[in-house]
T-cell receptor
Framework: AQSVTQLGSHVSVSEGALVLLRCNYS??????LFWYVQYPNQGLQLLLK??????LVKGINGFEAEFKKSETSFHLTKPSAHMSDAAEYFC??????????????FGTGTQLKVEL | DSGVTQTPKHLITATGQRVTLRCSPR?????VYWYQQSLDQGLQFLIQ???????AKGNILERFSAQQFPDLHSELNLSSLELGDSALYFC???????????FGEGSWLTVV
């Protein structure tokens, strides 16, 4: 079974500073990996995804993530934080099941706070 | 706007009652998923349907059931509600199997 671990339930950065949100996954087969963002009282919005191919994935709002198989990691970064980036971020892993089912398994989330 | 529509957005009901949450997937998407988000359990996968058939099952209680109709909309039925069922219930959809899953805004359920 696949799983995701997000290190740090709360991360605080200064505006303009580097954002680094950590995600490690466990999967017995090649995974599909995702980062979602949830703003207060809203649904989940896809930031970026890794399926196959290039290991550095660029997403929306200046975010990117690198798939590192040797480290089983998929950390999310952004060079310069903006106040509008304050939200909760979820890493997720997906593996196609035997019956064709797709169970997207989420981490526990990281709340990002951006300070002036 | 993801294109996934959920109703109602907010619902308050009493313990022991039954409610139905409705979801319309994005146009053309065949897969529908249901997730529950609560403070203590986080985001939990409940169930997936593909073109009307159940494809994957997660931590869905026996008191809960879902179905996907021929027009591809889906309903999640929650019965014998308990205080602990209070949560945000998300519906999501995707075109097929491992495609990107798009989430709706969620239905807030409060059981009092």
């Amino acid at each position: 079974a696949q799983s995701v671990t997000q290190l740090g339930s709360h991360v605080s950065v200064s505006e303009g500073a580097l954002v680094l949100l950590r995600c490690n996954y466990s999967s017995s087969v090649p995974p599909y990996l995702f980062w979602y963002v949830q703003y207060p009282n809203q649904g989940l919005q896809l930031l970026l995804k890794y399926t196959t191919g290039a290991t550095l994935v660029k997403g929306i709002n200046g975010f990117e993530a690198e798939f590192k198989k040797s480290e089983t990691s998929f950390h999310l970064t952004k060079p310069s934080a903006h106040m509008s980036d304050a939200a909760e971020y979820f890493c997720a892993v997906s593996v196609l099941g035997k019956g064709g089912g797709n169970k997207l398994t989420f981490g526990t989330g990281t709340q990002l706070k951006v300070e002036l | 706007d993801s294109g996934v529509t959920q109703t109602p957005k907010h619902l308050i009901t009493a313990t022991g009652q039954r409610v139905t949450l409705r979801c319309s997937p994005r146009s053309g998407d065949l897969s529908v998923y249901w997730y529950q988000q609560s403070l203590d359990q986080g985001l939990q996968f409940l169930i997936q349907y593909y073109n009307g058939e159940e494809r994957a099952k997660g931590n869905i209680l026996e008191r809960f059931s879902a179905q996907q109709f021929p027009d591809l909309h889906s309903e999640l039925n929650l019965s014998s509600l308990e205080l602990g069922d209070s949560a945000l219930y998300f519906c999501a959809s995707s075109p097929r199997g491992l495609d990107t899953i798009y989430f709706g805004e969620g239905s807030w359920l409060t059981v009092v």
